[in-house]
């Protein structure tokens, strides 16, 4: 099945996931959707200071939105700030230091920003890692885990109340289609048993982040969730990740910009307002969220299970010196079929 799984997956993605993909695509896009203007809105994006998230910032900052840039070194931060603020010509740009992985340091950050700021109009879940070698957090979290599902878990759910009472609220996962080879596995959230293979703990950590937008979806219907693959571009973190595969690709990899463009158009366009929370988005179109007779749809069972988890880790969590008391309240069982 894996085999299947991944041969299926990669045609696929030489039809759909290339610049060729994006270019064919991109003939049905209302170019008018993105021709907008988000004054007086806030958008915090995780991972700003290069690839998708750079591009997305400063998609937002000419548009006049307000920029929340959350990045991990302060050096590339405000390099990137500088470039955005430079060519947007939009000072309301922000930088705030956290490295997503260190699970306490967010739950802090979260908190603090919410007594800082009266609103956030959208979450941009954009940061992401890809670590091939076991590495444990402070919490003692695998550190891929920690990065792509506790961490985005957190600031989200901390966010949640802020959200709610912003206008148009929306969350916007940065995912992968990697996830497609993955289903959810509830007795091994952090790919303990056997071999650690990097690759397929990011591909479980997409999938579990699919399963988590669709939960907040049905929680909280006061707010869009989306989750979106950006296809295959040519970032940073794919050339440090994955250097065979970026060498291989070479010019079929989209640039950061086409990667960032649903992110964009989900982030401002109205268009992407009207469609139905919780869905997966490739090249602004909701798509499946499995390849056929793959075998990775989740139970009712599973994903409530999965979800009671991700709440008891995020408690362990709160109760490390300096963590706040509380997320915000109890999720709920999941009620989505994933």
């Known amino acids: 099945m894996s085999l299947y799984r991944n041969a299926v997956w990669f045609l696929n993605g030489i039809h759909h996931y290339t610049r060729n993909g994006y270019e064919a ?64 010509g939009n000072t309301e740009v922000h930088i705030h230091i ?32 890809m670590v091939h070698k076991r590495e444990l957090n402070a919490e003692g979290l695998e550190k891929n885990f920690a990065t792509n599902t506790m961490g985005v878990y957190i600031l989200t759910q901390t966010m949640i109340p802020l959200l709610q009472r912003s206008r148009n609220p929306r969350v916007i996962t940065v995912s992968s289609g990697g996830m497609l080879v993955q289903k959810l596995r509830t007795d091994d959230l952090q790919s303990e048993k056997g071999r650690f293979d990097g690759l397929m703990a990011y591909a479980l950590n997409k999938r579990q982040q699919v399963v988590m937008t ?7 219907p006061a707010i869009h969730f989306s989750v979106m693959h950006p296809g295959w571009a040519d970032t940073p973190a794919v050339s440090t990740s994955m250097p065979q595969f970026h060498q291989m690709m070479g010019e079929r990899l989209r640039t950061v910009e086409q990667g960032a463009d649903t992110v ?28 056929p007779l793959a075998w990775t749809h989740s139970s009712e069972e599973d994903m409530e299970s999965f979800i009671n988890q991700l709440d008891a880790l995020a408690k362990v969590i709160q109760s490390h010196p300096g963590a706040q008391p509380e997320l915000n309240g109890p999720t709920g069982p999941s009620r989505t079929n994933d």
């Open 264 to 291: 964009v158009w989900l982030a401002l366009s109205k268009a992407a307002g009207t469609t139905r929370s919780g869905q997966f988005f490739q090249d602004r179109q909701p798509v499946s969220t499995h390849l």
């Open 214 to 220: 669709k939960h907040w979806a049905d929680a909280n």
């Open 98 to 129: 956290l490295d997503m992985a260190e699970t306490c340091k967010v739950l802090e950050f979260a908190e603090s920003f919410k007594q800082q700021y009266p609103s956030l109009n959208v979450l941009i879940n954009n940061a992401g890692c």
């Open 25 to 88: 695509a991109s003939k049905g896009f209302e170019p008018q959707d993105l021709d907008v203007s988000v004054v007086g809105r806030s958008f915090m994006i995780t991972g700003a200071n290069s690839g998708i998230g750079k591009a997305t910032a400063m998609a937002v900052a000419k548009q006049g939105g307000t920029v929340h840039m959350v990045c991990r070194n302060r050096e590339r931060a405000e390099e990137a700030r500088e470039c955005i603020v430079n060519e947007s």
